[in-house]
């Protein structure tokens, strides 16, 4: 089993950036992939960017793609979500998840999730 805590969210204007943290509990926290989704009212939770048990191993939804980046510590037990170029549209609540699977990081059922932290972004 594994906790994880989101941080970092808040309000934003359009075009600035905001970083967002996730710390896991345990011991194994290098042996998960780490992923972000979200989800806007009224709207289905959609992935949003991944991190593999290695750096070597990345993915981004088109619509983040060039603007977020994810990236691990896993000394520090924490995964993060560097948000830069912020619009409207990326409003919603930002769920940090753990996989401990082997398939595509974009697909694959994720058995962990935070409580999410909300991100506004005002036009």
């Known amino acids: 089993q594994v906790q994880l805590v989101e941080s970092g969210g808040g309000l934003v204007q359009a075009g600035g950036s905001l970083r967002l943290s996730c710390a896991a509990s345990g011991r194994t926290f290098s042996s998960y992939a780490m992923a972000w989704f979200r989800q806007a009212p009224g709207k289905e939770r959609e992935f949003v960017a991944a991190i593999g048990r290695t750096r070597w191993y990345t993915s981004y939804a088109d619509s983040v793609k060039g603007r977020f980046t994810v990236s691990r510590d896993n000394a520090k037990n924490t995964v993060y979500l560097e948000m830069n170029s912020l619009k409207p549209e990326d409003t919603a609540v930002y769920y940090c998840?753990?996989?401990?699977?082997?398939?595509?990081?974009?697909?694959?059922?994720?058995?962990?999730w935070g409580q999410g932290t909300q991100v506004t972004v005002s036009s």
């Open positions: 998840a753990a996989s401990g699977g082997t398939q595509d990081l974009a697909t694959r059922k994720y058995d962990y």
